[in-house]
């Protein structure tokens, strides 16, 4: 597959998600994780804009069912690693919402202790093995993670997810040829929103679709319009499983598209330089969370009141998580190095 055709087009898809009423129960956790997701991240972009919050935040929102429907086949024994756009990932399986925020503000007790920020998140004992900023730097480390998994004969998977603009690095390309070569249970999950910091895949690559680069290597892969949840956890079920019975990696396209700029809380940022504001409002029509919302309406599983309660808890939780980061201690300037270099186990 070259191009991506009409699932790159915002005005197609906008009408509700096609849902399967059997899975009500999944459909209405999914809706509210990626209600949790989509309130913490604006109040991460409301921390950014006070300048409370200091280290430099890429938000996912208009992002959160590719994270959200992809972690419904993952378990804890499973090795995950992101990228610099990683708040949906960790917290979609299961990372601790309050260590995020207090990660985010710098405080000691974050998940990488207030060491890291945004693009260090972690949350291990949920198999989210870390994310870190150099783009695509995590991809061999997921494969690296899958080959361990291989030996250990658990039927555990290795999964990396990245955006459009990591299958630009080498790397991408060998983690994919020793993926294949190796059979290894790898999931290789990309979060194609079409842009990589400012400039449209158009204007940096070929072909818009990167599943071509999987079909290169001989690695099955699924093309999904990445904000529907239900289309992304079935293409995801399908991958996961054929990795978990020892046949191989997959390769998840799932196209999307995020609703503020590259880095920080504005829409507009790059409005002018690239995107339009056009652009912008069409996709913000094909709005993941409101998509599923009318699917589940229409369908008589969630009422308009009970979507209005799930929000209005979910904004107290996120608001008492941050009061709660916003009291947590600093780290104390004696750690300021203790993270850094590793014991060589002689001293
Ligand atoms: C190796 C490397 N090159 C460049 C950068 C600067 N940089 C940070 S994010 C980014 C864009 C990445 O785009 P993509 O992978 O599509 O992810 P998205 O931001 O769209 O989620 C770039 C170029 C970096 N962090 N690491």
Request: glycine share 8%; charged share 25%; net charge negative.
């Amino acid at each position: 597959m070259l191009n991506l055709g009409d699932l790159a087009n915002p005005k197609k898809f906008i009408d509700p998600v096609h849902i399967d009423r059997a899975d009500s129960e999944f459909l209405i956790q999914a809706l509210c994780m990626m209600m949790l997701i989509r309130e913490t991240e604006q109040c991460i972009a409301e921390l950014v804009k006070s300048g409370i919050a200091n280290c430099p935040c890429h938000l996912a929102v208009g992002q959160e069912a590719i994270s959200v429907g992809v972690a419904r086949h993952l378990n804890k024994q499973d090795r995950v690693f992101g990228n610099h756009r990683s708040h949906a990932q960790y917290l979609a399986l299961g990372g601790d919402l309050e260590e995020l925020l207090a990660e985010i503000l710098g405080k000691v007790t974050g998940c990488s202790k207030g060491m890291g920020g945004s693009m260090h998140l972690y949350a291990g004992e949920q198999g989210f093995h870390g994310s870190v900023p150099i783009v695509a730097g995590t991809i061999p480390l997921a494969v690296g993670a899958a080959l361990a998994a291989k030996f250990d004969q658990q039927g555990s998977v290795g999964v990396a997810f990245f955006g459009d603009g990591a299958c630009e690095e080498g790397v991408l390309h060998e983690s994919l040829n020793i993926s294949s070569i190796m059979k290894l249970p790898m999931i290789f999950v990309v979060e194609n929103n079409l842009y990589s910091s400012h400039l449209d895949i158009q204007q940096r690559q070929p072909f818009d679709s990167t599943s071509r680069f999987a079909e290169a290597h001989g690695i099955p892969y699924e093309v999904v319009e990445g904000n529907d949840v239900g289309v992304v956890e079935k293409a995801a079920a399908k991958l996961i499983q054929r990795a978990r019975d020892n046949k191989g990696p997959g390769f998840l396209e799932a196209v999307t598209f995020r609703w503020l700029g590259h880095v920080g809380s504005n829409e507009d940022i790059d409005v002018g330089v690239r995107r339009s504001l056009e652009e912008i409002k069409a996709w913000k029509k094909r709005d993941p969370v409101q998509r599923l919302f009318l699917a589940l309406e229409k369908n008589e599983i969630m009422s308009q009141k009970e979507f209005q309660q799930h929000l209005q808890d979910i904004k107290k939780r996120v608001s008492q998580a941050k009061e709660n980061a916003l009291q947590a201690p600093w780290p104390k300037l004696e750690n300021l190095e203790s993270y850094v270099y590793a014991s060589t186990g002689s001293e």
